[in-house]
């Protein structure tokens, strides 16, 4: 319960942190959403300030930022500048589908980097290692939105095997099992793509970790006892992995949420990261700060989650 309170606590004080840098940084930021109506002749000067005391832009900056952190306790980010609706109905309406590709993502990644990393270990300097290497570099190497964009036109503009963007087909039932395998259809090559950015890093980094696994002691000690292979798997090379690993996944959750807006933008995907991007062109500050406040606990979620995890694995992780 120590544990719980404490990381609850560090929390609240990251939001509180981000919250303050990430309000001051768009204030800061130059030009505006007013920018455009003061260059229009049509827009006079007094109804642009009457915008401005609407939206409580004509109040001193501390007070913008205390009446802000006052509605976002009440989940209230407030209204768009471009739309002028609810922001937070416009978050909660695409968040589903971005964490969707985010977990799916993140839970094939941690799978096919755990078998791929083992098997170039348990095959070092062979023909399955060097293939394996050889793929985790090009994973790390290739720009997401370059693949993309390659895998569009071969296996959409081409093939016409995926759709090219979207998330529905135009005729679809929005019921039904149709409606979901259709949408998975669509995710198809976002998916792939997320995932095979993911894995370079991972792979070199499991493959490490079980090569030195495989030097230690305790493992030759228990492959003198003559334990088979699989036997060596689940009682000495995973166990030893899953701590560094899960920790590993932690941290890489911000690259995950924010490879999400390009894709999602590349696709035309309804998530938060395309409207993130179109909300940064539009200098609408509501709608930018509600998705950058609930990025940043997310992230702080996972990253709690896997703590919590780890200290699962490791109990005396409660004693340091």
Do not use: C
């Amino acid at each position: 319960m120590k544990v719980f309170i404490k990381k609850i606590t560090y929390i609240f004080g990251m939001l509180l942190l981000i919250s303050i840098i990430s309000f001051l940084a768009i204030h800061a930021a130059p030009n505006s959403f007013f920018g455009a109506g003061e260059l229009n002749p049509n827009m006079t000067k007094e109804a642009i300030e009457k915008l401005k005391a609407i939206y409580g832009l004509d109040k001193p900056l501390i007070v913008q930022y205390f009446d802000w952190v006052t509605n976002m306790l009440q989940l209230n980010f407030g209204i768009s500048f471009v739309n002028g609706g609810d922001v937070s109905q416009e978050i909660l309406k695409r968040l589903p589908i971005t964490l969707t590709i985010n977990i799916t993502s993140l839970i094939v990644v941690f799978v096919l980097s755990l078998y791929l990393g083992i098997k170039a270990a348990l095959r070092y300097e062979k023909s399955a290692d060097s293939l394996i290497k050889q793929l985790s570099l090009l994973s790390f190497s290739m720009p997401s939105f370059y693949l993309a964009l390659l895998l569009i036109i071969i296996f959409s503009v081409n093939l016409k095997l995926f759709p090219i963007a979207g998330l529905h087909s135009i005729d679809v039932v929005e019921d039904g099992w149709g409606y979901y395998s259709d949408m998975s259809w669509h995710l198809v090559l976002p998916l792939s793509i997320m995932i095979f950015g993911g894995l370079g890093s991972m792979i070199i980094y499991v493959r490490s970790l079980t090569l030195e696994i495989l030097k230690s002691d305790y493992y030759y000690f228990a492959r003198t006892r003559g334990l088979s292979q699989k036997q060596l798997l689940r009682y000495y090379i995973v166990p030893n992995l899953l701590p560094p690993i899960v920790s590993l996944l932690g941290l890489s959750l911000p690259g995950l949420i924010g490879g999400s807006v390009i894709l999602e933008q590349i696709f035309a995907i309804p998530g938060m990261g395309q409207l993130f991007y179109f909300s940064a062109l539009s200098r609408d500050y509501p709608t930018i700060m509600g998705i950058l406040i609930i990025s940043a606990f997310l992230t702080l979620l996972g990253n709690v989650i896997a703590d919590l995890i780890l200290l699962k694995l490791n109990p005396y992780m409660h004693k340091t």
